[in-house]
């Protein structure tokens, strides 16, 4: 067909550059070679004081210098990934109100840094896409039974966070579709890392319809197909990279 760009045209992210957060993370380094082996260049952020570039998600202030860093770097930001994370130990049986809130706040690092992302577009006249890392436990209730004794990895506020963000990227992607910036969310399902207790991820692994647990390269795809032209008419979505996990 006349005009049709090509699958590898689509995929390609030759002359764009990315900026992911946490990229140093047990996802975030998978997602971080992906953009790269796509063509990108990428801009890969830590919260740590001593990174080329620190974007720390709990300090507006930190939000706005990294990302201007970034541009001096790099030139331009083209696709933005909110992969970074701060944890909490605490489940609803403990956590202090101080603490749940900030839980929250790694939603508000996300809107803020996406809202720079935007108008750095806009003033460009530039299209972008901005993608959120949510949970599949954004969507669905965790089963008590799989953390019971051994670890509060899923707390109530983790998965209030979630939950918001997964609803934070429709609300985006509505509000500046017309600018040309697309916001979709990524949600992995369980990927817990070689730290994880061999007894919880066992119990993952029964809960999954693949009897497995995720690994990171199986982001990839999903991230460059958010990333890229192979999802243009893609907007306000919640995709879901959970073997399953969701579907039962
Ligand atoms: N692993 C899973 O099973 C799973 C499942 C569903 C969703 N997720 C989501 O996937 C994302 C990555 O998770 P992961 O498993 O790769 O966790 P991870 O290995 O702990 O990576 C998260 C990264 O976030 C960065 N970070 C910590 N505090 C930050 C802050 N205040 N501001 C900005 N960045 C901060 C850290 O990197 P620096 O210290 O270099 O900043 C850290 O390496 C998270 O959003 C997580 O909620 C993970």
């Known amino acids: 067909m006349k005009n049709e760009p090509t699958i590898q045209q689509l995929f390609d992210l030759s002359g764009k ?37 620190v974007i720390d998600h709990m ?17 331009k930001v ?31 690092g996300y809107f803020l840094l996406a809202r720079k992302m935007r108008d750095h577009a ?12 949510g949970s599949m436990y954004g969507v669905v209730g965790s089963y008590p039974e799989v953390y019971e004794g051994i670890s509060t990895a ?28 697309r916001v979709n969310c990524l949600s992995p399902g369980p990927f817990p890392s070689s730290s994880a207790p061999a007894e919880l991820v ?13 690994q990171p390269h199986e982001l990839k ?3 460059i197909f958010l990333a890229s032209d192979a999802s243009s008419y893609v907007t306000g979505q919640n995709l879901l990279v959970d073997g399953g996990w969701t579907a039962w």
Request: charged share 20%; aromatic share 4%; with cysteine.
């Open 221 to 223: 795809g999903a991230l």
């Open 59 to 75: 300090d507006e202030a930190s939000i706005n210098r990294g990302f201007d860093e970034a541009v001096k770097i790099a030139g």
């Open 154 to 181: 899923s707390p109530v506020a983790y998965q209030t966070l979630k939950g918001g963000v997964v609803q934070m990227a429709r609300h985006l992607a509505v509000y500046w579709a017309k600018d040309g910036v």
């Open 17 to 53: 550059v990315a900026l992911i957060t946490g990229a140093s993370g047990h996802l975030g380094s998978a997602m971080a070679r992906a953009l790269t082996e796509a063509s990108a260049r990428v801009v890969a952020t830590s919260h740590k004081p001593g990174a080329e570039v």
């Open 122 to 133: 806009v003033e460009r006249k530039a299209p972008a896409s901005i993608i959120l890392i």
């Open 202 to 214: 066992e119990r993952l692994k029964a809960r999954s319809p693949m009897a497995r647990i995720g």
């Open 78 to 108: 083209d696709i933005l990934i909110c992969n970074g994370h701060e944890p909490l130990g605490a489940d609803w049986r403990t956590a202090t109100g101080e603490q749940f809130t900030r839980q929250l706040q790694n939603a508000t």
